[in-house]
RNA sequence: GGUCAUAUAGCUCAGAGGUAGAGCACUACGUUGACAUCGUAGGGGUCACAGGUUCGAUCCCUGUUGUGACCACCA
């Protein structure tokens, strides 16, 4: 003991504990095969260019909780790390950096821009690594995985092979959701829709053979060019003699048909829509019903190609042959009307510019078929979601998804491993040498093949995860042991991008669920509830965080404020208050060791005598039993608030302050012991200064795999409890009443020995 | 337009069919065996509004309003 007191003392301001230093090098997987209890999560893959923020320190405390608290009682656990690269983001991120040291990524081929991609992930990809070790995370990193490694791509090429073999890739030709800025396309989860204030311009087509005009209303004037048709309700008064009439479109030798189409709105604009198939949704499927031809006049950087564009506009940015063609119209008293609207654009959530749809060649998984044994795992409760209310969320989604266009016009990412004959011939094979030889078997030489340059959607890989890390297409030990994982723990705002899409890829190559549990997390967002961005200036930094007010504080406050179904508003006053909160749990130890209490012996081998640490132990196990409870229902915010309760109102207020008077032996030993069980307990949560202090005080080295068995096998005594907490009341009056009523006295008499002399000395 | 949430003390949030709870902030007192990053005591609430079910509703139901998120669409 006396050599705790000087570690204590020698190492740290006595008064507050520092927790910067103090972290355990164990591994952290924790296969101990002494029976097959398994608990595995998996930690959502952080981008490679990630740095940890505030919705990564929640998630990753969360998952660390869960882990330490299984590990703790002797589960076999696996919490699978990795990194996901991340495609554009990273593509993006590398790009800038190459520019900024003077080199000009176009110019670099494929492979040179690989390589370079490479170098950089090696030197700056391990970073949230330290990061996440620094708020404690127990992970088994040296199990940790990346999505582009050899052994995950295989995963991948596999996968895309089965999908297409078994006709759930295609390739085709559709409209897809396009991106100027990185010329490539995108999925429809990609786009973030922004309400803006816009103009509607009413443009006027001359009928063929006629003095007589068609007045469009159309926010994109520019496309035109491409349109094929002019289409009106087939019901509307005005312009039904118009129907299979043409008219020309403005500066051009084309004639376009007056169709009639159930979808036009009478009301909107005016009436008569504008039918572009190649540049719009809705127009496309107009297009298809009415067989309509499909012109594109942008190329993929957004430029007027020519061909269907006149001569003035050829080969100018979409935004500057609008306006210029605008300008003409007018001249030319074509443009008869501008209406101030307020509409939504699409744009690319990493790019910032306009998403256009563009015609174009791309790879679909067909989801809809895939998406059924998602759906119906969920429905009959096989995976739960917790809080339930985003398994409404899910089905929404899934019951009503659309083709998903997985392949990308970029270079960073999983080349689709799909090689083209001269003539068009499509062989999708696992390895150019399978390739060549199916390609001989169709007459085609080797030499004749070309592969496919697009690379995959990052987050079809993402959507192997759960077993891909797990070695498939192997059959591995690790998947055995830990498949299907127990609780994966995400934000909301990924339901759709990644659980989605791990359950639909789960149930095809697994043919069972990838996880049991989803426990969706709340979005942390700043003190006055907005969400938190860099261009708002209002993201805390969790590294600042926990070195101002430790980990522990960090990771208490945010299992603190998760309350399900609704959002986190943090403030820095929270950590605060949690940093006091462990000041507290370190003084108490201070404190008992300063009264010499011993600190190692076994709780259920001290022989109770005193009602006093009867009741300190039934307090115990209860709080053990809820704290059980709560963990198992994802109450991380419950459970947080069981242990500051129990240290603070039940330990120290009451205890620690009893000890004062009651300082016996057994009394002694229960303090101690009790002490040293709270800090297993609290472990999971709080580990920095529980194990510190479970190391110094000699209870353990650490409490990283101490169970709660102990703890449950005390009695609970009922009767001890009561009186004891009649105790506090008297003693609650007695100090609100500044003075001994008879009735108060007479209570008082009433008590036990022991209990009484603590009323006593209250007096 | 559709869906899902949410409304409780000045603030952040718990809560249960039957005397409204915590932390912070506020007031008073306290450095009498750890802790002022603390302790003790205290003030403070028509539990958004309107109906309904019930012996009893802040809690359950319906509607209204406010707030938030997501999905879809926009000529």
Redesign the pocket.
């Known amino acids: 003991m006396a050599q705790a007191t000087s570690m204590l003392e020698k190492t740290y301001d006595p008064?507050?504990f520092e927790s910067e230093i103090y972290q355990k090098n164990i591994s952290n997987f924790y296969p101990n095969n002494e029976n097959n209890k398994c608990f595995s999560i998996l930690m959502p893959p952080p981008n490679v260019t990630g740095s940890l923020h505030l919705g990564h320190a929640l998630t990753y405390t969360i998952q660390d909780i869960l882990i330490r608290y299984y590990r703790q009682n002797r589960f076999n656990t696996l919490w699978q790390p990795g990194i996901d690269h991340a495609g554009i983001a990273t593509q993006m991120v590398v790009e800038k950096d190459l520019i900024a040291n003077g080199i000009n990524p176009k110019e670099l081929s494929r492979e040179e821009f690989i390589e370079k991609t490479w170098e950089w992930k090696n030197q700056s990809g391990d970073k949230i690594f330290e990061q996440q070790k620094a708020l404690g995370c127990s992970a088994p990193w040296e199990l940790s995985r990346f999505t582009m490694d050899e052994n995950f791509s295989k995963s991948v090429i596999e996968a895309f092979v089965v999908l297409y073999k078994n006709g759930l890739i295609y390739k085709a030709k559709r409209l897809v959701n396009w991106d100027n800025k990185f010329q490539t396309a995108i999925s429809?989860?990609e786009i973030q829709?922004k309400e803006e204030n816009g103009i509607?311009w009413h443009i006027k087509y001359q009928l063929e053979n006629s003095n007589e005009f068609i007045t469009i209303?159309?926010?994109r004037p520019e496309t035109m060019f491409g349109d094929t048709a002019i289409a009106v309700h087939p019901d509307d008064e005005r312009y039904k003699y118009l129907v299979g009439k043409v008219a020309r479109i403005p500066y051009t030798d084309r004639l376009i048909p007056i169709i009639a189409d159930g979808?036009?709105?009478m009301e909107?604009?005016t009436?008569?829509?504008k039918v572009t198939p190649a540049h719009?949704?809705?127009d496309f499927a107009i297009g298809k019903r009415h067989n309509l031809e499909m012109i594109s006049i942008l190329d993929k950087y957004g430029n007027m190609v020519p061909g269907y564009t006149p001569k003035f506009l050829e080969g100018l940015y979409l935004k500057k042959a609008r306006k210029l063609l605008l300008e003409k119209l007018k001249e030319d008293q074509l443009l008869v009307k501008e209406e101030e609207?307020t509409?939504?654009l699409p744009y690319g959530d990493r790019s910032g510019t306009v998403i256009e749809p563009m015609l174009t060649d791309q790879w679909f998984v067909d989801a809809k078929r895939l998406a059924d044994a998602a759906i119906k795992a969920v429905e009959e409760g096989k995976v739960r979601f917790y809080p339930e209310?985003w398994k409404?969320?899910y089905f929404?989604?899934m019951k009503?998804i659309e083709p998903w266009c997985i392949s990308r016009q970029i270079i960073w990412g999983h080349q689709i491993p799909a090689w083209y004959g001269p003539n068009g011939e499509i062989f999708v094979e696992k390895s150019e040498q399978e390739a060549i030889e199916a390609a001989k078997k169709a007459d085609i030489a080797g030499d004749q093949l070309t592969r496919e340059t697009d690379v995959l959607d990052t987050w079809f890989s993402s959507g192997l995860w759960p077993f891909a890390t797990l070695g498939w297409p192997e059959q591995t030990k690790m998947s055995q042991m830990f498949y299907p994982t127990t609780t994966l723990v995400t934000g909301f705002d990924i339901i759709f991008f990644w659980v989605a899409r791990m359950m639909m890829m789960s149930m095809y190559f697994m043919n069972e669920i990838p996880f049991k549990d989803i426990y969706v997390h709340a979005l942390v967002r700043d003190e006055k509830g907005q969400k938190m961005s860099k261009s708002k200036g209002n993201v805390m930094d969790p590294l600042s965080l926990m070195e101002e007010f430790g980990a522990d504080a960090l990771r208490f406050t945010l299992a603190f404020l998760s309350?399900p179904?609704?959002d986190?508003?943090f403030g820095k006053?929270h950590v605060k208050?949690s940093?006091?909160f462990i000041?507290?749990i370190w003084?108490?130890a201070?404190?008992l060791q300063?009264?010499g209490v011993p600190f190692e012996n076994n709780i259920s081998s001290i022989i109770l005598t005193s009602d006093l640490n009867k009741w300190i132990i039934t307090k115990l196990k209860k709080f053990q039993i809820e704290i059980d409870q709560n963990i198992k229902e994802y109450r991380f915010d419950y459970a947080t608030?069981n242990i500051q309760f129990f240290i603070?109102d039940i330990f120290?207020?009451f205890f620690?302050?009893a000890i004062?008077?009651i300082?016996n032996a057994e009394t002694k030993a229960i303090a101690g012991a009790v002490f040293a069980e709270f800090l297993r307990i609290a472990n999971p949560f709080i580990p920095f200064i529980t194990d510190y202090l479970a190391n110094v005080l000699g209870i353990a080295e650490t409490l990283i795999f101490s169970s709660s068995d102990n703890v449950l096998k005390l009695e609970l005594y009922e009767n001890a409890e009561s009186e004891v907490d009649k105790l506090i009341s008297i003693i609650?009056s007695l100090?609100?009443e500044k003075q001994i009523t008879e009735e108060l006295k007479n209570q008082i008499d009433d008590l036990s020995g022991e209990l009484k002399k603590i009323a006593e000395s209250i007096i």
């Open positions: 008064k507050q429809d989860l829709n509607l209303a159309t926010t979808y036009i709105d909107k604009g009436g008569c829509l719009d949704i809705n609207i509409h939504t209310k409404n969320t929404e989604w009503n309350v179904g609704r986190i508003k006053e208050i940093r006091n000041t507290k003084n108490a201070r404190f300063s009264k608030r603070r120290c207020d620690v302050e004062k008077i300082d609650h100090r609100s």
